[in-house]
């Protein structure tokens, strides 16, 4: 059933999990995600980022999006994945997103809070739920996020959100979701990662009572035990998708090598990866709910 991200985060505050939030920018990814929380009973929060859209237009992937979600047996939120302008995130409301990121952390704080306050007094009579980000999350590929390069990975605490702008930000706006950063990297993070767990515990702390609940980008690479460890100090979303992304390329490899050069129908190619993809997020969504209580 399609819904906004309010309930599902709730519950996953009283349960102590995170919820998944996959990119799905073709049919197959969005069959394999919508399957994989299917066969889990998870909820799930599919994403259309704006940095999809040189792959599938907006207009193109929402009804796709919308029928997969309506038609699902869990609650499905359909989001925006770094909304950057107010253009691509007006698009978004008349396509029927049920929850934008408006993303506005390129911008001084003060303006990241006026422009992402004025976006929540717009949306949330339509009952579309915001995430915001604070603190710009670093990329170690280029085009993870248009118009933000390849940053520089020497130092990722430059990055970290300062637990009192966090505070400052939530009682603000009063967003559902603020993207934190904590030492997570969009893209595919190859060193060992260093998640600042505290800084989450005194976020969570500070926000307390605004109805503003935490998360996180750029999980893929980052040891399971710290995205545990992110969980059971307070983030509640968790943004994944490189990982099971590109995590299908043995298999197609694999397929290709087997057929020696034989003609190979790329039909047939789109179900190994639709398999592996499924795999992929299955794998991520049974660690966002290691922790889970089921009181
Ligand atoms: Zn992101």
């Not at 306050?117 to 009952?127: I, S, T, Y």
């Not at 009572?209 to 399971?224: A, F, K, M, V």
């Not at 057929?259 to 190619?269: D, Q």
Request: glycine share 8%; hydrophobic share 40%; proline share 4%.
């Amino acid at each position: 059933m399609l819904v906004n991200m309010k309930e599902m985060l709730a519950d996953a505050e009283k349960h102590n999990y995170a919820i998944g939030s996959l990119n799905t920018p073709n049919l197959e990814t969005l069959r394999a995600v919508i399957g994989a929380a299917e066969e889990l009973g998870c909820p799930i929060i599919i994403n259309h980022a704006q940095g999809h859209e040189p792959v599938v237009a907006l207009e193109v992937i929402a009804p796709l999006m919308k029928l997969y979600a309506e038609n699902a047996k869990v609650p499905v939120a359909m989001h925006i994945d770094h909304g950057l302008d107010i253009d691509f995130c007006m698009r978004a409301v008349r396509a029927g997103f049920t929850s934008i990121m408006c993303d506005r952390s390129a911008y001084p704080l003060e303006e990241n809070i006026a422009l992402t306050k004025a976006f929540v007094d717009l949306v949330r009579p339509l009952g579309i739920t915001v995430e915001a980000e604070l603190g710009a999350m670093p990329n170690n590929m280029p085009s993870c996020v248009p118009g933000q390069e390849q940053s520089d990975l020497s130092d990722l605490t430059k990055y970290f959100t300062r637990v009192e702008e966090a505070e400052k930000f939530a009682r603000a706006t009063g967003v559902e979701v603020l993207a934190i950063s904590i030492g997570t990297v969009h893209g595919m993070y190859t060193e060992k990662s260093n998640l600042d767990i505290q800084r989450i515990k005194d976020i969570k702390k500070a926000v307390e009572g605004t109805g503003t609940y935490l998360g996180i980008h750029g999980c893929s690479g980052t040891e399971p035990d710290q995205v545990v460890a992110a969980i059971n100090a307070g983030i509640r979303k968790i943004n994944y998708f490189t990982a099971m992304d590109t995590g299908i390329t043995p298999a197609i490899q694999q397929m290709i090598d087997g057929y020696e050069g034989r003609p190979l129908n790329y039909s047939l190619m789109v179900n190994v990866a639709m398999e592996e993809l499924k795999k992929g997020a299955k794998q991520a969504l049974e660690l966002f709910m290691t922790c889970k209580k089921s009181w």
